[in-house]
């Protein structure tokens, strides 16, 4: 299964953006999908997960309310829609495939990653 990631880029404080990831396989339609981010000399964080229905969503305290996680019914194609971005929220976003339909924070819990897109929020 390969994900590509798009939608990443520079914006300015209180800006948004909306990356997309899809996935190469149907079958990934069947399981949860989650999007991770990485900033420089930082461990990948946990950012947000959605279930394979898209009826089971979860995010990280530091974005709630602000980031939106979400996928159409049966899609294997994943939205994460950020607003009220600040320049913390500055890392390299991966998304991922989780190997069941309901997945959390763990990273364990995901086993295909995209390459990663860039997002840069400046103040």
């Known amino acids: 299964v390969q994900l590509q990631a798009s939608g990443g880029g520079l914006v300015q404080a209180g800006g948004s953006l909306r990356l997309s990831c899809a996935a190469s396989?149907?079958?990934?339609?069947?399981?949860?999908m989650g999007w991770f981010r990485q900033a420089p000399g930082k461990e990948r964080d946990f950012v947000a997960s959605?279930?394979?229905?898209?009826?089971?969503?979860s995010y990280a305290e530091s974005v709630k309310g602000r980031f939106t996680i979400s996928r159409e019914y049966g899609s294997s194609t994943v939205y994460l829609q950020m607003d009220s971005l600040k320049p913390e929220d500055t890392a390299v976003y991966y998304c991922a495939t989780a190997r069941r339909a309901v997945a959390g924070a763990g990273a364990d819990e995901y086993s295909y990653w995209g390459q990663g897109t860039q997002v840069t929020v400046s103040s």
């Open positions: 959605i279930g394979w229905n898209g009826g089971y969503t």
């Open positions: 396989r149907r079958t990934s339609s069947n399981n949860a």
